[in-house]
């Protein structure tokens, strides 16, 4: 069973290059390939502003996908409200779990808005 802690534990793993508590589980190029763009918003059909990479959705251009997330920043949606992204710009990862349908994934981009503004430097 997975819950919101081992989603946390596996999205900071990412955040920091494939350590996690000091043991390193994913070799840094491993996580670069993950996070690397390998299917781009240029093939057909393909929305525009994020690709895909090793089994995760990266955001390459945030405003032309209309998310509010740093470019170059990764995760994945689950089919019933799971949602996670690693935002390495701003060293901080989101994790959302809810038990419903997400239809377009407006929760998932209102929970994103809500986390990027409450960001302060």
């Keep these: 069973m997975t819950d919101a802690e081992d989603y ?8 920091n290059g494939g ?6 589980l994913l070799s840094p ?12 918003d240029t093939l057909p059909g393909r929305p525009k502003g994020s690709g ?3 089994s995760v959705q990266v955001v390459s251009d945030a405003v032309a ?6 470019n ?3 995760g994945w949606d689950g089919a019933f409200g799971t949602h996670f992204w690693v935002d390495p710009k701003e060293k901080l ?9 997400n239809p ?6 209102d929970f994103e808005n809500a986390v990027m503004q409450a960001l302060v430097e």
């Excluded at 190029?29 to 781009?40: D, G, I, Q, Y």
């Design 19 to 24: 350590q996690l508590n000091g043991k390193r």
């Design 72 to 74: 170059g920043s990764y």
């Design 104 to 109: 377009n994934s407006e929760l998932d981009r």
């Design 29 to 40: 190029k491993t996580v670069e390939l993950m996070s690397a763009v390998h299917a781009a």
């Design 52 to 54: 895909f990479g090793l």
């Design 65 to 70: 996908a209309g998310y509010r997330v740093s």
């Design 93 to 101: 990862v989101g994790i959302l779990m809810v038990q419903t349908n």
């Design 8 to 15: 946390l534990q596996f999205a900071q793993m990412l955040l």
